[in-house]
């Protein structure tokens, strides 16, 4: 076959993976990477030089948005047509906190949109809010009478009216769609806007995982986040705070790009554990390499996408959190009294004492994993983590097929904005794909019998 003729199938390969590809996680069966063949890579430089390969040469990854739907469209001629409707979610993002925030079509973000470079689309944007509402394409280059700003481009979208928006997506990158009034975007609405590269970026990823950064001011014993207040106390990834947020799964040898947006009130430092990265690229689309340096902590900026790469190298459960002290942690006010309040001494008795009530509220065993000095309680400062370590491995939206094999009491030590890529030799990652495609198909009728 000619290259060229290769080339016109590599394309057309393309062209069918953004149309119909959307759905559905990774099996990166057919399209891990062979792994890296230096048996003793330099652990300082993980970061992910690999030779580029040339940019068509495999079609990319869809985009994996952990514990968020993706946006299914149907076609009108070669029009893409997606549907949002706003409205207000309930939403879990902790074993023991429900919270009512607004998104779309039942999911908070809302569900992530994906196209591809090229695409025209179409997006039907409902109000099943008690107030009017609008939608901006941040990033997007649209045309004005597109840009979703009430009374500058368009009227308001009033209660039960819907407003059509269509427009050619010219762009690559990482962009998102938010509702645009500064209230509205603080209780939800938004979600992200993908939109590939005509020809695959070099070089091929293999697993592509996108985060939205939220915070939230949720007073005790409340549901509704307080939008006015800048004291934040819940941190959500995809909107839900650890250990609910759902693990990003990785074969070893494979290459991983994590795509992160920030829209809220606070900047939001990144750090990824164990493993160096590359910034490939922000809201503005693919950086050049000639940019790319070596890294493990990138700053999310407000209104920022910030995308990152690397060679998933080394074994194991690596911590990708929010490194803001307070940002990895929540709020366990609910329940414990005048323990995050205070600053002063507490007896270890009353601060267990304290721990349990939460872990009865829960019905999770409060265990107290980490031992004490003997002297602890005569030393200033006292407790600070001691006691706050609360294992919910099992608890309600905790366990599912990303989590395990994870060591016990894992989930003490995840709190806020954290999530972690497990990375995986080859029998692992088939098992928890495998867990994950049984979990995702509909139960058979089940018939135990005896033997
Ligand atoms: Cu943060």
């Known amino acids: ?31 891990a990477s062979t792994p890296p063949n230096d048996q003793n890579p330099p652990h300082h430089y993980a970061a992910t030089k690999t030779k580029s390969a040339p940019s068509h040469a495999r079609p990319h990854v869809p985009v994996i948005t ?32 429900t919270i009512d925030a607004w998104g779309y079509n039942g999911s908070c973000p809302g569900p ?55 427009f050619t997506v010219h762009q690559e990158g990482t962009f998102f769609y938010h509702a645009h009034s500064a209230m509205q975007e603080m209780i ?14 070099a070089p091929h990823t293999d697993h592509d995982y996108a985060i939205v950064l939220q915070e939230w001011a949720i007073l005790p014993s409340n549901t509704v986040p307080n939008t006015a207040s800048m004291e934040f106390n819940w941190l959500t ?12 799964i990785a074969r ?20 990824l554990h164990g493993n160096q990265f590359v910034i490939t690229g922000t809201e503005g689309g693919r950086a050049p390499e000639s940019t790319w340096y070596p890294t493990n902590t990138v700053l999310v900026g407000v209104a920022q996408a910030k995308v990152v790469e690397f060679e998933a190298r080394y074994p194991g459960d690596w911590m990708i959190h929010c490194h803001l002290p307070h940002h990895m942690m929540n709020s366990m006010m609910d329940l414990l009294g005048n323990r995050q309040i205070q600053t002063a001494s507490t007896s270890d008795a009353k601060a267990l004492s304290q721990m349990q009530t939460l872990a009865n509220a829960i019905g999770v065993e409060h265990v107290h994993h980490s031992p004490i000095a003997r002297n602890a309680n005569s030393v200033p400062g006292f407790p600070q983590d001691a006691f706050m370590e609360m294992a919910m491995d099992n608890a309600e939206g905790v ?44 139960k058979p009728e089940e018939h135990h019998h005896g033997s």
Do not use: C
């Open 1 to 31: 076959m000619s290259s060229s003729r290769r080339n016109f199938f590599q394309e057309a390969a393309v062209f069918a993976a953004g149309l119909f590809g959307l759905s559905g996680r990774l099996d990166a069966t057919q399209t």
């Open 66 to 97: 952990p514990d968020v739907p993706d946006l299914p469209f149907t076609l009108d001629g070669p029009i893409k047509v997606f549907r949002l409707r706003a409205e207000p979610v309930k939403r879990k993002i902790a074993p023991f906190k």
């Open 112 to 166: 992530t949109i994906q196209v591809t470079q090229g695409d025209r689309v179409r997006i039907v944007v409902e109000n099943a809010l008690p107030e009017s509402t609008s939608m901006h394409w941040h990033g997007l280059e649209v045309p004005i009478e597109q840009d979703g700003v009430p009374f500058i481009s368009q009227k308001p979208i009033a209660p039960g009216e819907t407003y059509t928006y269509e």
């Open 188 to 201: 939800g609405l938004l979600g992200l806007f993908i939109a590939h590269p005509q020809s695959a970026y």
């Open 237 to 248: 990834f995809n909107g839900l705070s650890a250990p609910s947020t759902t693990p990003l």
């Open 252 to 271: 070893l040898g494979s290459r991983v790009r994590l795509r992160f947006v920030n829209l809220g009130m606070d900047h939001h430092p990144i750090h």
């Open 399 to 442: 366990t599912k097929p990303e989590t395990h094999g994870l060591p016990a009491n894992w989930s003490a030590g995840m709190m806020g904005m954290m999530t972690m890529v497990r990375v995986l030799p080859d029998q692992k990652y088939e098992e928890i794909q495998s867990l994950i495609r049984n979990s995702q198909s509909p």
